[in-house]
């Protein structure tokens, strides 16, 4: 796997709540690493790996960890059961 697509989904997971800001840093200058080794200049290949940081959610906020509300709070049904037709008459 590219060490893009791995800088990629490790702002995904950041955005999740799945992974910490050092774990995208981390692979950020991987990435920016094998670019440069690769050719790139080390300019290109922070300008592409800032785009991808600035995707998403905001990485200044600390989300890894945060305890969420439920999205929905749900009534508490009542325990009598609903009453059935009992009608006799048929049809005509």
Avoid: H
Avoid at 8 to 24: F, H, I, L, P, W
Avoid at 29 to 51: F, H, M, N
Avoid at 77 to 91: F, G, I, L, N
Wanted: some cysteine.
């Amino acid at each position: 796997m590219s060490k893009y697509r791995a800088l990629q989904r490790k702002k995904k997971s950041y955005c999740a709540g799945r992974a910490t800001k050092a774990d995208v840093k981390r692979a950020e200058r991987a990435y920016v690493a094998l670019a440069v080794s690769k050719g790139q200049t080390k300019a290109e290949a922070e300008k592409k790996a800032q785009k991808v940081l600035k995707a998403g959610c905001s990485m200044s906020s600390n989300i890894a960890g945060k305890k969420r509300k439920p999205t929905t709070t749900r009534k508490k049904t009542t325990t009598t059961t609903r009453r059935r037709a009992t009608t006799t008459r048929k049809r005509k």
